[in-house]
């Protein structure tokens, strides 16, 4: 009886005549279709250890699964073994310590609904299905990252599991380089099955402004966010979402949050600008709980997409940038959306040399998906041209490597800051390059 238990506490080995195998190896870009080795669907630390060892013993490189957000389906490649932390979701909430510890394998809605027993939250992305890991390694952009931060730098903790299958505790003390590197470059280095997080008194109930306006007005909208922006309280954080649909017709969504008290002054001071950025077609800016918050663009972005995508950092957003984005969309064929970050704040404050998170000075960020539709080349080009187009006006041609597609120059551009500190510490915590190869940061060595 004993034994029994014991065993229902391991995960299980999935190989590819198993009936869950295509379930299992399936990500949110449904036009990532790929087929590992063999996936270990890990239940504990000691899972974890044993799909390392397996890896090694046979040759094979490693990916992670956290969520299996990542728009180029990062978790999964061709023969290696795929490492699902789906079934390590715990959530524990400490209190005293005001921080909450989340197995790896936790999407934000678990934890969202476990730290909002508390009136807590930690900050953390804006669609509530994504991998709460993938997340925090590698940045973290959502509401509250103007009042707290993104999701890297509230990680004060985490239990690595290395490629040589040692299991270490690291935190600012502990492993202090691997610390730094794991908030913001992460997945080069192990597998994480735990992160402990800082938890921020938030409350139960939020402002989401939610306002529609017409294309038309771009232009005009995006010189009032910059000014808007300069003098941002850090208790607001907006995106646009300008989405052109099958029909050709494009709109502009502004979607943020305002988390503090309301009164008569902040609603004229703060959030009115935010509703008059130009005539709104649709107002449905309202007092929501912040689990709603959380999952407003749920339904838009559904259980699985085809897409391709790019992203970039912006220091501005000068005029040019704008008639690129205008005649962009114009030549787009099916469904795109280019989602336009602000940036200001905790985020802006937080040295560079803090977390591997380096992109401290930026004021937007750039992401531009396209659904594949039924022209999937034309749809790859157009996607590459506006990264072409859009590269030389970047700020330090940095993307947000979470939310991209992984080519050679994309990743050599983002990374070219910090590849020095990579390197190095990938040659101490993962000299066979069995995580994220595709990265080949072990080519770069000086
Ligand atoms: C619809 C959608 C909405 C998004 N919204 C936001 C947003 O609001 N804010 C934002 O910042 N980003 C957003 N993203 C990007 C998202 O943050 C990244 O895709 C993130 O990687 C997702 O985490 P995941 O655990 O689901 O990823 P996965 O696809 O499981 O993993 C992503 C990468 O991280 C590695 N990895 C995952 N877990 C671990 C681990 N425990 N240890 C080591 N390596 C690991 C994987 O191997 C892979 O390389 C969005 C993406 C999508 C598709």
Same mark, same amino acid.
């Given at each position: 009886?004993?034994h029994?238990?014991?065993?229902?506490m391991?995960?299980?080995?999935?190989?590819?005549?198993?009936?869950?195998?295509?379930?299992?190896?399936?990500?949110?870009?449904?036009?990532v279709?790929?087929?590992?080795?063999?996936?270990?669907?890990?239940?504990?630390?000691?899972?974890?250890?044993?799909?390392?060892?397996?890896a090694n013993?046979?040759?094979?490189?490693? /990916?992670?699964?956290?969520?299996?957000? +990542? %728009?180029? !389906?990062?978790? @999964?490649?061709?023969?290696? #073994? *795929?490492? =699902?932390?789906s079934?390590?979701?715990?959530?524990?909430?400490?209190?005293?310590?005001?921080?909450?510890?989340v197995?790896?394998?936790?999407?934000?809605?678990?934890?969202?609904?476990?730290?909002q027993?508390y009136?807590?939250?930690?900050?953390?992305?804006?669609?509530s299905?994504?991998?709460?890991?993938g997340?925090?390694?590698?940045?973290?952009?959502?509401?509250?990252?103007?009042?707290?931060?993104?999701?890297?730098?509230?990680?004060?903790?985490?239990?690595?599991?290395?490629?040589?299958?040692?299991?270490?505790?690291?935190?600012?003390?502990?492993?202090?380089?691997?610390f730094?590197?794991?908030?913001?470059?992460?997945?080069?280095?192990?597998?994480? /099955?735990?992160?402990e997080m800082?938890? +921020? %008194?938030? !409350?139960?109930? @939020?402002?989401?402004?939610d #306002? *529609?306006? =017409?294309?038309?007005?771009?232009?005009?909208?995006?010189?009032?966010?910059?000014?808007?922006?300069?003098?941002?309280?850090?208790?607001?954080?907006?995106?646009?979402?300008?989405?052109?649909?099958?029909?050709?017709?494009?709109h502009?969504?502004?979607?943020?949050?305002?988390?503090?008290e309301?009164n008569?002054?902040?609603?004229?001071?703060?959030?009115?600008?935010?509703?008059?950025?130009?005539?709104?077609?649709?107002?449905?800016?309202?007092i929501?709980?912040?689990t709603?918050?959380?999952?407003?663009?749920?339904?838009?972005?559904?259980?699985?997409?085809?897409i391709?995508?790019?992203?970039?950092?912006?220091?501005?957003?000068?005029?040019?940038v704008?008639?690129?984005?205008?005649?962009?969309?114009?030549?787009?064929?099916?469904n @795109?959306?280019?989602?336009?970050?602000e940036?200001?704040?905790?985020v802006?404050?937080?040295?560079?040399?803090?977390?591997?998170?380096?992109?401290?000075?930026?004021?937007?960020?750039?992401v531009?998906?396209?659904?594949?539709?039924?022209?999937?080349?034309?749809?790859?080009?157009?996607v590459?041209?506006?990264y072409?187009?859009?590269?030389?006006?970047s700020?330090?041609?940095?993307?947000?490597?979470?939310?991209?597609?992984v080519?050679?120059?994309?990743?050599?551009?983002?990374?070219?800051c910090?590849?020095?500190?990579?390197?190095?510490?990938?040659?101490?915590?993962?000299?066979?390059?069995?995580?994220?190869?595709?990265?080949?940061l072990?080519?770069?060595?000086?």
């Amino acid at each position: 009886m004993g034994h029994e238990v014991k065993r229902q506490m391991y995960g299980q080995k999935i190989e590819c005549n198993h009936p869950l195998y295509h379930f299992k190896r399936q990500v949110w870009n449904s036009n990532v279709d790929r087929d590992p080795a063999v996936i270990f669907e890990c239940k504990n630390d000691e899972d974890v250890i044993r799909a390392v060892h397996y890896a090694n013993k046979n040759g094979l490189k490693i /990916t992670v699964r956290g969520g299996g957000f +990542h %728009p180029a !389906g990062k978790s @999964v490649k061709d023969g290696a #073994v *795929l490492i =699902d932390l789906s079934q390590m979701n715990d959530v524990h909430v400490d209190e005293i310590s005001k921080t909450v510890t989340v197995g790896a394998g936790a999407k934000i809605y678990e934890v969202d609904t476990i730290t909002q027993e508390y009136g807590l939250a930690v900050p953390l992305g804006m669609v509530s299905n994504i991998g709460v890991s993938g997340l925090a390694l590698g940045g973290g952009l959502g509401y509250l990252r103007g009042k707290y931060g993104l999701t890297c730098e509230n990680v004060v903790g985490v239990h690595v599991v290395t490629g040589e299958g040692k299991l270490l505790y690291v935190n600012r003390f502990e492993h202090a380089e691997l610390f730094w590197s794991i908030r913001g470059a992460g997945e080069n280095f192990g597998i994480v /099955t735990k992160l402990e997080m800082n938890l +921020h %008194p938030v !409350g139960r109930h @939020v402002l989401g402004i939610d #306002v *529609l306006y =017409d294309f038309k007005d771009l232009q005009k909208i995006i010189k009032r966010v910059e000014e808007y922006r300069q003098s941002a309280v850090d208790e607001v954080s907006f995106n646009i979402a300008i989405s052109k649909g099958d029909n050709g017709e494009v709109h502009i969504r502004l979607i943020g949050m305002y988390v503090g008290e309301l009164n008569l002054l902040v609603e004229r001071e703060i959030i009115q600008p935010l509703l008059e950025f130009a005539t709104p077609i649709i107002d449905n800016t309202e007092i929501l709980l912040y689990t709603d918050m959380q999952k407003k663009f749920d339904s838009l972005v559904g259980n699985s997409f085809a897409i391709e995508g790019i992203s970039l950092f912006f220091e501005e957003l000068g005029d040019e940038v704008v008639q690129m984005l205008i005649s962009g969309l114009e030549k787009a064929n099916g469904n @795109v959306v280019v989602h336009l970050l602000e940036i200001h704040g905790k985020v802006n404050r937080i040295s560079k040399y803090e977390t591997a998170f380096a992109i401290r000075d930026a004021s937007y960020l750039l992401v531009i998906d396209a659904d594949i539709g039924s022209d999937p080349v034309h749809t790859k080009l157009w996607v590459q041209e506006m990264y072409d187009m859009l590269l030389p006006y970047s700020y330090k041609q940095v993307s947000y490597l979470n939310s991209s597609k992984v080519s050679e120059e994309v990743i050599q551009n983002s990374y070219s800051c910090i590849i020095s500190q990579l390197v190095k510490l990938k040659l101490e915590y993962d000299p066979d390059n069995l995580f994220c190869s595709e990265h080949k940061l072990l080519d770069r060595k000086r």
